[in-house]
Structure formats: structure tokens, C-alpha cells
């Protein structure tokens, strides 16, 4: 288990691009968050096993057919056992 924190940087709010996000998290078995931060980018944080969080982040990297997406900062963290993935509203 991996935990991986994510900023997505581009066009990518008002875009579907976390509604999606969520969707792909719970098919790859993804847990955590994402939501939309002020500065226009998306933060991400994402757990689950090595394999999946590969392919999570390569999708993060193209995203939604509305999003472009220019920039994705990946870093890893402690794990906080997340038990599903959740859009956050600020």
C-alpha cells in the first residue's frame, strides 16, 4: 500500500476532471480525495497498491477529453487508510 499525493495543473477545473477522477480511482481501486484548490490546479491524494497508483497517475496526466492538463507533481506520503475516494467541496 502507497500513498501518493498529486497536483494537476492546467486547464483542469470546470471541467469534470474531479467527477472523473472519481470514477477512475473506483475502478483502479483507488482510494482518497481530490478537490479543486484556489490557485486553479487539483490536489489528489491517492492510495492503494504500487500497480494501480501507476496507472491512476497515468491517467492523471491526461484526464477528462475536456481537461489539459500541462503539469502533474506526484510525491509520496505516510499512508492514512482511506476506505473509499470522495470529491471534497470546499
Not at 81 to 88: A, G, M, P, Q
Request: one cysteine or more; glycine letters at 8%; proline letters at 1%.
Amino acid at each position: 500500500m502507497k500513498h501518493l499525493n498529486i497536483i494537476v495543473t492546467g486547464k483542469v477545473q470546470g471541467v469534470g476532471f474531479r467527477e472523473t477522477t472519481k470514477i477512475i480511482a473506483n475502478q483502479m481501486m483507488v482510494n482518497g480525495f481530490v478537490r479543486n484548490e484556489k490557485d486553479g490546479s487539483v490536489y489528489i491524494e491517492a492510495e492503494g497498491e504500487a500497480i494501480f497508483l501507476e496507472e491512476f497517475v497515468n491517467w492523471c496526466h491526461e484526464g477528462p477529453d475536456r481537461s489539459r492538463v500541462e503539469n502533474v507533481v506526484v510525491s509520496e506520503a505516510e499512508v492514512k487508510n482511506y476506505r473509499n475516494f470522495e470529491i471534497l467541496r470546499k
